[in-house]
Nanobody, 122 residues
Framework: QVQLVESGGGLVQTGGSLRLSCAAS????????MAWHRQAPGKERELVAS???????HYGNSVKGRFTISRDNAKNTAYLQMNSLKPEDTAVYYC????????????????WGQGTQVTVSS
């Protein structure tokens, strides 16, 4: 089993910054892919940012230029640095990890964290 624990959410004013962390633990050979998603009330979950094991990144259009995703492979941890926050960024942010659990099997399994609330006030 693999567990993902997010932290770093909170309340911030428009224009402020937060850094989210996602720490993975458990049966892990490698983490091929990590991503941050968010879900606001009344809206579907959307991809915010993603990063591969090699460091290739992707960002949703609404956060491009403001957010930065990174990872520390030695710690099995991903980060999301959020700058210039807007009220529209208010949501529960979820971490996703696609995990290879065994050296002898290339299959990956998708895991989700419990979410962390980010609230941006105007």
């Amino acid at each position: 089993q693999v567990q993902l624990v997010e932290s770093g959410g909170g309340l911030v004013q428009t224009g402020g910054s937060l850094r989210l962390s996602c720490a993975a633990s458990g049966s892990i050979f490698s983490i091929n892919f990590m991503a941050w998603h968010r879900q606001a009330p009344g809206k579907e979950r959307e991809l915010v940012a993603s990063i591969t094991s090699g460091g290739d990144t992707h960002y949703g259009n609404s956060v491009k230029g403001r957010f930065t995703i990174s990872r520390d492979n030695a710690k099995n941890t991903a980060y999301l640095q959020m700058n210039s926050l807007k009220p529209e960024d208010t949501a529960v942010y979820y971490c996703q990890a696609d995990v290879r659990r065994m050296q002898w099997a290339t299959s990956t399994f998708r895991y989700w964290g419990q979410g962390t609330q980010v609230t941006v006030s105007s």
